[in-house]
């Protein structure tokens, strides 16, 4: 396949830096349309609405709706001849197979993947803690993602990535200035003489963590606060994926790269045949 129109939507909003920064990187070759939210739509998953408003945006168009209506109305209405659809950059990591249904940058490309066509969602990680959604960030942050995010737009579809892979789930870590470049921006396509402004960080390609750890805490007041432990274990020492996995990866300071293709895939024997053979008979009715 080849890549010559681009949907570009995210789930924090059409005015995010992530989404500029790619916007800019790729539409520098690249013939790429925004059909992204008004505003943050953040884990919302593959929530859809029946009607959407749609404004018309410097980059292409704004929707009060999910990051699925998004897909929806761009691949089916404003962008009907896109090649490939690309969501992100989300500030804040996707990492890990429990997150991939509620993430609304993964569900944008899961739900472009059903309409047959392709998607790269990027994300990156966002150091912190339980606050790291707080943090103000530069949109030099996301050179990585923005530079791995245009490098796999440019080859994977020719190296065939998108035969076997309905999606890539891309997730890298927050860039941070090289030693001796005096803090200077990296340019988010990759060139330019600012490119050695953040040095480039190695790519894996990975499989989504299995680890799963959820909590629930009931408080005095009746209510129950929910939180997820593992932004507090994001350390070499103690995250607890091998070397393969995607948060390892971002943790070893590297850009993860998931091939994934869409859920829900039946299984032929899940020993139901028996079971549904009998259903309804005078014996299972008694």
């Known amino acids: 396949m080849s890549v010559e129109r681009i949907l570009l939507t995210n789930d924090d909003g059409v005015d995010a830096a992530g989404l500029r920064g790619l916007y800019d990187a790729l539409a520098a070759d690249y ?7 008004t505003g943050d739509r953040s884990s919302i998953g593959r929530a859809i609405s029946a009607d959407v ?46 997150t ?48 791995a995010t245009r490098f796999l737009v440019d080859e994977a579809p020719a190296a065939g990535a998108f035969e076997r892979a309905d999606y890539l789930n891309v997730n890298a870590p927050m860039a941070e200035p090289a030693e001796g470049d005096g803090g200077g921006a990296a340019a988010a396509d990759g060139s330019g003489p600012s490119d050695a402004a953040v ?25 129950v606060a929910i939180s997820d432990p593992i932004w507090g274990r994001m350390t070499p020492a103690d995250v607890p994926d091998p070397v393969g996995t995607d948060r390892r990866a971002v943790v070893d300071g590297e850009v993860s790269v998931s091939p994934l293709s869409v859920p829900h895939a039946a299984e032929s024997d899940a020993g139901l045949d028996e079971l549904a053979s009998r259903y309804g008979s005078s014996k299972t009715e008694e």
């Open 100 to 147: 991939l249904g509620r993430s609304g940058t993964v569900s944008a490309v899961v739900e472009g993947a059903f309409f047959g066509v392709p998607g790269i969602a990027a994300s990156m990680y966002v150091p912190g803690g339980d606050d790291w959604w707080k943090r103000e960030l530069p949109p030099e942050s996301f050179a990585h993602a923005v530079r």
């Open 31 to 37: 013939d790429v349309v925004t059909v992204a939210p």
């Open 199 to 223: 040095d480039p960080a190695p790519m894996r390609v990975t499989a989504p963590s299995e680890w799963y750890g959820m909590e629930a805490t009931r408080g005095e007041d009746g209510g």
């Open 53 to 98: 408003e749609v404004a018309d945006h410097e980059l292409g168009y704004a929707v009060d709706g999910t990051p699925v209506d998004c897909v929806v109305a761009g691949l089916d209405e404003l962008v009907p001849d896109a090649d490939l659809v690309v969501a992100g950059c989300n500030e804040g990591a996707n990492l890990g197979a429990y």
